[in-house]
Antibody
């Protein structure tokens, strides 16, 4: 069974940093691109970015709203994807979901990030 | 980048058929995906690659595509289908979601 579990969310002050983790199981992690999607309270889904598999260079793409502040990485030996969030803003508040992109998509249950002073 | 447009709301009586559209020029060349989200829950994949249905999703959920418009059809709507529905597509460099459609079961 494919499983994705996000962790690392919490309350953080504006301007600070936070790192989210996505621990996976049930599939060959290294074969898949991994993406992060977020949802602000009461709003729709917003793509944050993704990291390609090593077969496609392991490169990353980001939404304009987070480009330069957020970094996605992966550790294929541990089957974990990461989202490093720097210079956080209040508008970054929301639930962050990790998703397996290619093939039949799978999502985690999400982790809540609250950016507030 | 590109845009996907969904109607904000669709209403239907129980047992009827609901159709939710998603339009965008990019859909002529890219696959569409559909998600259902109920309050306080993570999105659930309903349809992928325009028409494919995960094994655990009931057959009354179906997807179709015609040119720049994709449609999610919910046949025999039940009260439990009341939720937000999102379409999504992606190209090599970006992922885009529609704004979401709230399905109300009257």
């Amino acid at each position: 069974e494919v499983q994705l579990v996000e962790s690392g969310g919490g309350l953080v002050q504006p301007g600070r940093s936070l790192r989210l983790s996505c621990t996976t199981s049930g599939f060959t992690f290294g074969d898949y691109a991994m993406s992060w999607v977020r949802q602000a309270p009461g709003k729709g889904l917003e793509w944050v970015g993704f990291v390609r598999s090593k077969n496609y260079g392991g490169t990353t793409e980001y939404a304009a709203s987070v480009n330069g502040r957020f970094t996605i990485s992966r550790d294929d030996s541990k089957s974990i994807a990461y989202l490093q969030m720097n210079s956080l803003k209040t508008e970054d508040t929301g639930v962050y979901y990790c998703t397996r992109v290619t093939g039949e998509p799978h999502w985690g249950q999400g982790t809540l990030v609250t950016v507030s002073s | 980048s590109f845009e996907l447009t969904q109607p904000p709301s669709v209403s239907v009586s129980p047992g009827q058929t609901a159709r939710i559209t998603c339009s965008g020029d990019a859909l002529a060349d890219l696959y569409a995906y559909w998600y259902q989200q109920k309050p306080g829950q993570a999105p659930v994949l309903l349809i992928y690659k325009d028409i494919k249905r995960p094994s655990h999703i009931p057959e009354r959920f179906s997807g179709s595509s015609s040119g720049t418009v994709v449609t999610l059809t919910v046949s025999g709507v039940r009260a439990e289908d009341e939720a937000d529905y999102y379409c999504q597509s992606s190209d090599n460099n970006t992922v885009v979601f529609g704004g979401g459609t709230k399905l109300t079961v009257l």
